[in-house]
Nanobody, 119 residues
Framework: QVQLVESGGGLVQPGGSLRLSCAASGFISSSYRVSEMNWYRQAPGKERELVATITSDSSTNYADAVKGRFTISRDNAKKIVYLQMNSLKAEDTAVYYC??????????WGQGTQVTVSS
């Protein structure tokens, strides 16, 4: 079975940095490589929003709110996708979720990791 486990969240001051990791299991390497990987976040009282996407060819896209501050990357050998978050703001506070979109039509979600940006 496919599982995604996020880690790296925590409490950080405004202007600080965190790196989130999403480790996948249950994928064979070839299936993981062709899967689109995404980071979403959800703040209290708000809709879950797409933060960043990395495709099978490592093309990336970012939400306007994080562009220039966040970087998504993937290590297909380790089956890990990362979200490097710099210059963090209070409005970045949310639960961050990893989502895998494999080519066979089912999405997989992790349980999320809490990021809190506060003084």
């Amino acid at each position: 079975q496919v599982q995604l486990v996020e880690s790296g969240g925590g409490l950080v001051q405004p202007g600080g940095s965190l790196r989130l990791s999403c480790a996948a299991s249950g994928f064979i390497s070839s299936s993981y490589r062709v899967s689109e990987m995404n980071w979403y976040r959800q703040a209290p009282g708000k809709e879950r929003e797409l933060v960043a996407t990395i495709t099978s060819d490592s093309s990336t896209n970012y939400a306007d709110a994080v562009k220039g501050r966040f970087t998504i990357s993937r290590d297909n050998a380790k089956k890990i996708v990362y979200l490097q978050m710099n210059s963090l703001k209070a409005e970045d506070t949310a639960v961050y979720y990893c989502k895998a979109v494999p080519p066979w039509g089912r999405d997989f979600w992790g349980q999320g990791t809490q990021v809190t940006v506060s003084s």
